[in-house]
């Protein structure tokens, strides 16, 4: 059975730095990892997908690596702002296709 | 706007009633997914459609839970007899068919039963 984990659950950082939240999956057979971002009471919003092929994915100030082998996941935001206050989800695809969430990264970036 | 849509939003009940929320997807996709998220979690799947086949469901969908996608277009989500412990954000995604096709998240209905 799948199993996600998210390192650390809550993170609170100065503004300007650079951070990095981590994902381990216990089933290195997955089809996708996804990192999401979620505002409080609110829906989520896709920020990376990588395919299980790829390595890594880049979006702005956001870069997202994947180790299938390893089991492992990294998202790496550069420069953090106050706006990146948010929880991160990431969750991974296998099997039915289905997503297996982990419980996420709370983030604040103190201004 | 051509995303994923939810109705209501925010659905304020009393323990005991029934209720529905609906689910539009993305039109050229025919794969559609319901989760459930509860406070500090993350999303947990609880039942997906190819179509308008049920291909799969969680055991979270209790005997209360029912969810249809008629002609495989939008999808409903009922709760019979709804208990407290439901309360919780109820989020819909559809996606294209294939091992790599992402799926694409609605805004997700909040409910609270009171």
């Known amino acids: 059975k799948q199993e996600v984990t998210q390192i650390p659950a809550a993170l609170s950082v100065p503004e300007g730095e650079n951070l990095v939240l981590n994902c381990s999956f216990t089933d290195s057979a997955i089809y996708n990892l996804q990192w999401f971002r979620q505002d409080p009471g609110k829906g989520l919003t896709s920020l990376l997908l990588i395919q299980s092929s790829q390595r890594e994915q880049t979006s702005g100030r956001l870069n997202a690596s994947l180790d299938k082998s390893s089991g492992r996941s990294t998202l790496y935001i550069a420069a953090s702002q106050p706006g990146d206050s948010a929880t991160y989800l990431c969750a991974v695809t296998s099997g039915t296709y289905k997503y297996i969430f982990g419980t996420g990264t709370r983030l604040k970036v103190l201004a | 706007d051509t995303g994923v849509s939810q109705d209501p939003r925010h659905k304020i009940t009393k323990r005991g009633q029934n209720v529905t929320f609906r689910c539009d997807p993305i039109?050229?996709?025919?794969?559609l997914y319901w989760y459930r998220q509860t406070l500090g979690q993350g999303p947990e799947f609880l039942t997906y459609?190819?179509?308008?086949?049920?291909?799969?469901k969680s055991r979270l969908l209790s005997d209360r839970f029912s969810a249809e996608r008629p002609k495989g277009s939008f999808s409903t989500l009922e709760i019979q007899r709804t208990e407290q412990g439901d309360s919780a954000m109820y989020l819909c995604?559809?996606?294209?068919?294939?091992?790599?096709?992402?799926?694409?998240f609605g805004p997700g209905t909040r409910l609270t039963v009171t």
């Open positions: 459609f190819q179509n308008e086949a049920q291909l799969e």
């Open positions: 039109s050229e996709h025919n794969r």
């Open positions: 995604a559809s996606s294209a068919s294939g091992r790599n096709y992402e799926q694409y």
